[in-house]
């Protein structure tokens, strides 16, 4: 005898499908949510790993900073200790220069002139003094031109002092220029 089975197979099947797909659904939603955990917890990570390679190289960064201004630091105080040296060094050549210009003029001077002042800046010598006459300051002036030391003098002022008893100066009044020279 054939069986005939009067039972809701479609239904049943149809049953069957729905709490399948409603597994493969929920299944899909979790391997979804895992997915979606799983990168963010990954990209939450490279992201802090960058923070942390970001803050080493701005503690780097002030660390050059400060040395860059440490070294800037330095760089002026060697400026400054150079220019101090410097100055030093005028003052030790200087200091020889003051003798010799005193040496030449006691050399090129003569009797009949007698100097009342000299200043000497920057290489170039200032000389003011009185003569018996106008032949003596031409001769000092020769002199000046002649020296080792001095040169290209030139005459500012010349004029004559008080009258003696004849009407004659007793004495004339100069003021010349020279040049100090290191070697002539």
Do not use: C
């Not at 003029?105 to 006459?133: A, C, F, K, P, W």
């Not at 031409?138 to 003098?153: C, E, H």
């Amino acid at each position: 005898m054939t069986r005939i089975n009067l039972l809701p197979w479609r239904e049943a099947e149809r049953e069957q499908r729905k709490k399948s797909f409603f597994i493969q659904l929920g299944a899909a939603v979790l391997a979804a949510a895992l997915v979606w955990y799983g990168a963010s917890w990954y990209m939450d990570g490279l992201i802090s790993h960058q923070e942390a390679r970001n803050d080493r190289i701005q503690q780097a960064s002030r660390e050059l900073d400060s040395k860059i201004a440490e070294i800037e630091d330095l760089e002026q105080e060697l400026e400054r200790l150079l220019s101090r040296a410097e100055v030093i060094q005028d003052l030790q050549d200087g200091r020889t220069s003051v003798v010799q210009l005193m040496e030449e003029m006691v050399s090129i001077l003569h009797d009949g002139i007698y100097l009342t002042r000299i200043q000497e800046q920057n290489g170039r010598v200032s000389i003011q003094g009185r003569s018996r006459s106008p032949q003596e300051v031409s001769v000092f002036l020769q002199n000046i031109d002649n020296s080792s030391l001095l040169g290209d003098p030139d005459l500012d002022s010349f004029e004559a002092g008080g009258p003696d008893g004849d009407g004659q100066p007793r004495y004339y009044n100069f003021a010349a220029r020279t040049s100090q020279q290191a070697n002539r």
